[in-house]
């Protein structure tokens, strides 16, 4: 049978290109069922949108009573008034739009195929994909600081790379006021999840989704869940951030909020709450009208993290059980996660040649 995973030589180098493309590449088409059922810019005003001014002081009840509420239905919220400056974020996001707009061999001096750690890639720099993501990334490892690597950060446009390491300093912050806040409201001390980080890892990619000759077919981003603790997502007024609550059956489009970070909890964040927090079912959605620019910056454990619900989350004595069989490590849950989603990639592929085979043909 033949593999699922995508050939190098189907992979093109880049998608930014002068002239706009009349029709998608068959690369990039999606099966039916994958393939997005809402508009783009039919915003929802569902998922919750939380205000952290006063979170230090008389506001922090409120705000913790309505992060646990949004993070056990969605598992994804947005946050305004969080503190991090207007300034940082306009520079961020313009100079990411100016990295994109290079020419190609300037971003390709960066190209993270081959398992480079951080540069720039077409789709996704995971192997084993049967369909690609129609988008343009360009990722940093920004912590913990003694693994940062440099050479893997791109130079140009200039003054980008100070902004990226104001703007790193900056989400860590914000993220570990979040993971406090999360941490009561599972009822716990403040330092709970960072301590169970170990040491705070965290990334940045900025994607890059161009214009689509035929947006219906494709997604900027499959459909996927972070593996990490929690994501703060940066999106323009384009829109193209969908989320589910019901396992894929109704869809929404997260209504962009200008100076608007959207949390999405991961995995991680997921096991460690028994399951009482979900980690954020997602998509981005492209369209033919414009380019879209959102920067996700991921908070992660530890490889070596053990993943597992926090002490005290498991009220034994109201009959509640422990849904993990036993702790492992923030590598192992990665790699497992990787290995089912590349199976289960496969075992479509399989079933759809299966079905395109003439009846004779099948053993
Ligand atoms: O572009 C978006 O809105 C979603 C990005 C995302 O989910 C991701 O990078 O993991
Ligand atoms: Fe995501």
């Not at 398992?115 to 940093?140: N, P």
């Not at 000759?213 to 499959?222: E, I, V, Y």
């Given at each position: 049978m033949a593999p699922a995973a995508v050939v190098a030589s189907d992979r093109p180098d880049f998608l930014v290109t002068a002239e706009e493309p009349k029709s998608l590449q068959s690369i990039f088409v999606r099966d039916e069922d994958e393939r997005p059922k809402v508009a783009y810019n039919q915003f929802s005003k569902d998922i919750p949108v939380i205000s952290l001014s006063g979170i230090a002081g008389e506001e922090r009840g409120r705000v913790r009573d309505e992060v646990s509420k949004a993070c056990s239905e969605w598992g994804i919220f947005q946050v305004v008034d969080h503190g991090v400056p207007q300034e940082l974020v306009d520079s961020m996001t313009q100079l990411s739009r100016a990295f994109f707009a290079l020419p190609a061999e300037e971003k390709?001096?960066?190209?993270?195929?081959?398992?480079?750690?951080?540069?720039?890639?077409?789709?996704?720099?995971?192997?084993?994909?049967?369909?690609?993501?129609?988008?343009?990334?360009?990722?940093?490892?920004s912590y913990p600081?003694?693994?940062?690597?440099?050479?893997?950060?791109?130079?140009?446009?200039?003054?980008?790379?100070?902004?990226?390491?104001?703007?790193?300093?900056?989400?860590?912050?914000?993220?570990?006021?979040?993971?406090?806040?999360?941490?009561?409201?599972?009822?716990?001390?403040?330092?709970?999840?960072?301590?169970?980080?170990?040491?705070?890892?965290?990334?940045?990619?900025?994607?890059?989704?161009?214009?689509?000759?035929?947006?219906?077919?494709?997604?900027?981003?499959?459909?996927?869940t972070d593996?990490?603790?929690?994501?703060?997502?940066l999106q323009d007024q384009v829109g193209g951030l969908q989320a589910t609550k019901d396992d894929g059956k109704n869809w929404i489009t997260v209504e962009p909020i200008q100076g608007a970070f959207v949390v999405n909890l991961g995995d991680h964040m997921h096991y460690l709450s028994n399951g009482k927090f979900?980690?954020?079912?997602?998509?981005?959605?492209?369209?033919?009208?414009?380019?879209?620019?959102?920067?996700?910056?991921?908070?992660?454990?530890?490889?070596?993290?053990?993943?597992?619900?926090?002490?005290?989350?498991?009220?034994?004595?109201?009959?509640?059980?422990?849904?993990?069989?036993?702790?492992?490590?923030?590598?192992?849950?990665?790699?497992?996660?990787?290995?089912?989603?590349?199976?289960?990639?496969?075992?479509?592929?399989?079933?759809?040649l299966q079905a395109q085979e003439p009846e004779g043909a099948k053993a």
């Open positions: 390709l001096k960066y190209d993270m195929r081959g398992g480079k750690r951080g540069g720039f890639v077409v789709s996704s720099h995971l192997q084993g994909e049967a369909v690609l993501d129609w988008r343009e990334i360009c990722t940093y490892f600081l003694h693994q940062r690597d440099y050479t893997r950060w791109p130079v140009k446009p200039d003054g980008w790379r100070d902004v990226v390491e104001k703007y790193s300093e900056s989400l860590m912050g914000l993220a570990c006021k979040l993971l406090g806040i999360i941490s009561e409201a599972l009822g716990l001390e403040t330092e709970a999840v960072t301590n169970a980080c170990v040491e705070m890892d965290q990334k940045v990619v900025i994607n890059f989704y161009p214009k689509c000759p035929q947006p219906d077919m494709t997604l900027g981003l499959k459909r996927h593996p990490g603790t929690i994501t703060l997502l979900k980690s954020a079912d997602h998509q981005a959605v492209v369209n033919s009208n414009s380019s879209r620019l959102s920067i996700a910056t991921f908070q992660n454990p530890a490889q070596e993290a053990i993943v597992y619900p926090l002490d005290g989350v498991v009220k034994e004595a109201e009959g509640e059980k422990c849904f993990m069989e036993e702790p492992i490590t923030f590598a192992q849950m990665y790699s497992r996660k990787m290995s089912r989603d590349i199976e289960l990639a496969r075992q479509k592929k399989i079933a759809k």
